[in-house]
T-cell receptor
C-alpha cells in the first residue's frame, strides 16, 4: 500500500488478556520498527527488524512483549497478560534506507481496563 | 526510557508570528530529525540534519544541527493555522532507533 497500515486502530482489552497488534509496512521496505507513545510523551523505541530478524529488541519492556516478522513484511506485536500500564498508542514505522527518517503508521491505541 | 529535552513545552501564538523551539541532549547524535504529529496520526518527518552546523530549510521551516552535536533548533516563519500540532525532535542512534524529545505543542490563533 501507499503508507504504513496498522490494525486495529483502537483496541480495548481487559487486564490479563492477550493482544496482537498488526503492522503492514510500505511495500519493499526492509526495515520495520515498533514504538510506544504514552499520553503527553514522545514515542519510545521498542524493537527494530531488518528483514525477518530482530536487529535490536532492547526497548521491549519485559518478557510479556514479543514481536515477529516471519516473512519480512507484515509484523505482529504480541502482548501477554496485559496490564493497565500497557495502555498507550503503539506506532509502527518502516523504511527502505535505514539512515533516513522512517514513515510512521497512524498507530493502534491500546486501552487496558 | 531516554527522552531528549525540548522547549518550550507549549506555545500559543497568533497567525503570522514566527516560532522557535529547541532540543538538547546529554549525548551526541550524528543525525537529528524533526517531526510533526497531528492528533490520531503518527509523526511525519519535516526535516533531517546530517552534519554538525548544518542549516536546512523546507519551505517556511528552518532547522539547525548544533555544532556540539548535542542540540538542534527548529524555526517556523509566518505561522498559519495548519501549523498546529505537536513537534518532536529526534536523534538517530547507530542501531537505527530514534530517541524522541518530549514534544512542543503549538497552537496558532487565526
Amino acid at each position: 500500500g501507499a503508507g504504513v497500515s496498522q490494525t486495529p486502530s483502537n483496541k480495548v482489552t481487559e487486564k490479563g488478556k492477550y493482544v496482537e497488534l498488526r503492522c503492514d509496512p510500505i511495500s519493499g521496505h526492509t526495515a520495520l520498527y515498533w514504538y510506544r507513545q504514552s499520553l503527553g510523551q514522545g514515542p519510545e523505541f521498542l524493537i527494530y527488524f531488518q528483514g525477518t530478524g530482530a536487529a535490536d529488541d532492547s526497548g521491549l519492556p519485559n518478557d510479556r512483549f514479543f514481536a515477529v516478522r516471519p516473512e519480512g513484511s507484515v509484523s505482529t506485536l504480541k502482548i501477554q497478560r496485559t496490564e493497565r500500564g500497557d495502555s498507550a498508542v503503539y506506532l509502527c514505522a518502516s523504511s527502505f534506507d535505514s539512515n533516513y527518517g522512517y514513515t510512521f503508521g497512524s498507530g493502534t491505541r491500546l486501552t487496558v481496563v | 526510557g531516554q527522552q531528549l529535552n525540548q522547549s518550550p513545552q507549549s506555545m500559543f501564538i497568533q497567525e503570522g508570528e514566527d516560532v522557535s523551539m529547541n532540543c538538547t541532549s546529554s549525548s551526541i547524535f550524528n543525525t537529528w530529525l524533526w517531526y510533526k504529529q497531528d492528533p490520531g496520526e503518527g509523526p511525519v518527518l519535516l526535516i533531517a540534519l546530517y552534519k554538525a552546523g548544518e542549516l536546512t530549510s523546507n519551505g517556511r521551516l528552518t532547522a539547525q544541527f548544533g555544532i556540539t552535536r548535542k542540540d538542534s533548533f527548529l524555526n517556523i516563519s509566518a505561522s498559519i493555522p495548519s501549523d498546529v500540532g505537536i513537534y518532536f525532535c529526534a536523534g538517530l542512534r547507530a542501531t537505527n532507533k530514534l530517541i524522541f524529545g518530549t514534544g512542543t505543542l503549538l497552537a496558532v490563533q487565526p
